[in-house]
Each structure stands twice: as C-alpha cells, then as structure tokens.
C-alpha cells in the first residue's frame, strides 16, 4: 500500500475515533466516572495519534477538516441510530455543506 493510502486509512479510523471519544465525554460525566473517562482519554490519545500519523503525508487543513467532518457526521448518524437523536432537514443539510466545503477544500 501507498504511503497516501495508509494516511487516508489513519485519517478515517481517527475521525471515527473523534465521534467515539464525544460519546465517551457524555458518559464520563465530567471526568467523575473513572471506566469512562479512561476508555474516552485513552480513544482521544488512538485519535490525535492517528490524525498526526497521516498529517505526515496528507495537507494539514486538508486532514484536520475531513477529520473533523468523518466526527461530525459519525456522530450525528451514531446519535440517530443508537442515542434516539433527531435527524432532521436542517442536519441533513448541515452535513451536505460540511461535504461541500471539504470538497472545495480538496479541489482548491
């Protein structure tokens, strides 16, 4: 495999990570669950470590905005299938401009 295609795997595996450690704060409760807040520091280190690994090869603006995004829309779907969380017009559009922007950002 290509050093790029390592990167691009590092990258979705650290913004999945990024939504799991999000879940984790809410269960930590402000750090006072000692299960929780570790399985959350110990997915937050996997994460950062992962995300700096393909920052190596890939652009860093470019890596930090899909990271953010493959988070962000990880958890809105974790949310909705497993949180009862709302996934409305509005979010679904929110997503499709994230998508957009990071699309921009690529052919730029």
Do not use: D, R
């Not at 295609?5 to 990258?11: F, G, K």
């Not at 269960?27 to 006072?32: D, I, K, L, N, R």
């Not at 280190?45 to 829309?73: H, N, T």
């Amino acid at each position: 495999m290509s050093a790029t295609t390592v990167a691009w795997i590092y990258l979705f595996i650290a913004g999945l990570l990024e939504a799991f450690w999000a879940i984790g704060l809410k269960y930590s409760e402000g750090f006072s669950k000692p299960i929780p807040t570790i399985l959350t520091l110990c997915l937050v280190i996997s994460s950062f470590f992962l995300l700096s690994k393909a920052m190596k090869v890939l652009p860093v603006s470019f890596a930090y905005a899909i990271w953010c995004a493959i988070g962000i829309v990880s958890l809105v779907l974790i949310e909705y299938f497993y949180l009862n969380g709302v996934l409305n017009f509005q979010k679904i559009i929110s997503i499709l401009f994230i998508l957009i922007g990071i699309v921009g950002l690529k052919i730029s």
